[in-house]
């Protein structure tokens, strides 16, 4: 008998506090709203991100693998569910939540898992841990006919295809295959194109309290790594990474997936800490102790969302893909000589004793804007009154 979820009437929540939108002005992520093929995710009115309608959802699950930050939950479909009810071993065949060949799936030999969702609900992870080891067919026979394929498209194609980058990594490609050749031959064809782009921006918030510290105090590594609370890594890369350690993928030439690079500009950065505070997975890390200041990221749990180039003020940060051989630990960007700021503490980078960062140094001679908008409108203050009444008095005696 075929298994499956024991509902295909999934139940979705949003987390908005996950969403990339709530994080930073400069997110300009719309991955839950183009997935979604009922019109039940819709970007706010008031554009500080995504809203859910849940009497036009069709429980499809699109958007619980399309948000690379699992703003989305389905507390009654888990791919921890999926994964510990099928067989450890022997071919094992995938189909969505639509009643699509019951009756055909007795007569395989393999077995038949019938999800709550549709494929697209899957993330890459949980499609590589279920064809690393045998054969996986996504039963996409009957997708090119669904009406909800032509948004959902995108998500199924982007995760089968991230699935199979990790697989051909380790030599397994072979393991995933399809029904009825949907994405896999495209694939095949083009692998290896690096076709993701992110937007440049700025930011001018404070940051201060990152690398708070006494007046020409050095601070030490549990300073510099303070970092935003609300951090959040998906399930399914933090299973991943056990996997990956599991199955001795971190070993050399183990596997040539090429993860995502955060690509730093040496001579622009300025040790700012904005690209470690807006990252929303953590993968960031700066430290700065022994008068040397680390830049560091974590290429396994980097959801590729852009949001760190978005917001580097001095667009110091880009984005590449290439092996790495433990992707799941800190990889050194560059180091570079660093002195404490004199007045917050945070570095400076190949300075001297005394010196300002960046920030306290465009501090030093700005005038306050209420001073500026007395000037221009020609209002004295209470100060330039008292001040004007002593130069009188010392005038006149």
């Known amino acids: 008998m075929a298994l499956g979820d024991k509902s295909n009437r999934i139940t979705i929540t949003f987390r908005p506090e996950r969403c ?49 930050l699992e703003a989305f939950e389905a507390p009654d479909f888990t791919e921890r569910q999926l994964l510990n009810r099928v067989k450890p071993s022997g071919p094992i065949r995938i189909r969505c939540f639509l009643p699509y060949g019951e009756l055909e799936s007795l007569s395989f030999e393999s077995d038949t898992y019938q999800l709550g969702a549709c494929i697209g609900a899957l993330t890459p992870g949980a499609l590589f841990e279920l064809a690393q080891s045998r054969p996986c067919t996504l039963m996409t026979d009957r997708c090119a006919t669904c009406s909800a394929f032509r948004k959902a498209r995108a998500t199924m194609g982007a995760n089968i295809t991230g699935a199979f980058r990790m697989l051909h990594g380790i030599g ?45 105090a050095r601070p030490s590594r549990k300073i510099m790594s303070l970092r935003q609370q609300s951090k959040h890594v998906p399930l399914w890369r933090k299973r991943l990474k056990d996997v990956w350690a599991k199955n001795g993928y971190n070993s050399q030439g183990a596997c040539d997936y090429e993860w995502p690079e955060l690509v730093v500009n040496q001579s622009s950065c300025v040790a700012c800490g904005v690209c470690m505070q ?82 306290c140094a465009g501090e030093r001679d700005r005038v306050p804007l209420s001073v500026m908008v007395r000037r221009q409108l020609g209002i004295k203050s209470y100060g330039d009154i008292c001040r004007e009444q002593e130069n009188q008095d010392t005038a006149h005696d």
């Open 278 to 359: 807006m990252c929303p997975t953590a993968t960031v890390a700066h430290s700065f102790s022994d008068d040397t200041f680390s830049y560091a990221f974590v290429p396994g749990i980097c959801a590729n969302c852009g949001l760190c180039i978005s917001v580097c003020p001095k667009g110091a940060l880009s984005r590449d893909y290439r092996s790495f051989a433990q992707p799941f630990e800190e990889q050194v960007r560059y180091q570079s000589p660093a002195v404490a700021c004199e007045r917050c503490g945070r570095p400076v980078l190949n300075g001297r004793e005394g010196d300002l960062c960046s920030r």
């Open 172 to 216: 397994k490609s072979s393991n995933l295959q399809e029904s009825s050749p949907l994405f896999l031959p495209q694939i095949s064809r083009v692998f290896g194109a690096k076709d993701v782009q992110v937007r440049r921006g700025g930011v001018t918030s404070s940051i201060r309290s990152l690398f708070a510290g006494k007046k020409k």
């Open 20 to 68: 990339l939108h709530s994080r930073s002005v400069w997110a300009d992520c719309t991955l839950c709203v183009d997935s979604c093929p009922g019109g039940a995710i819709r970007r706010a009115a008031h554009g500080k991100g995504p809203e859910l309608d849940l009497s036009r959802c069709i429980r499809c699950g699109q958007c619980l693998s399309a948000c690379p």
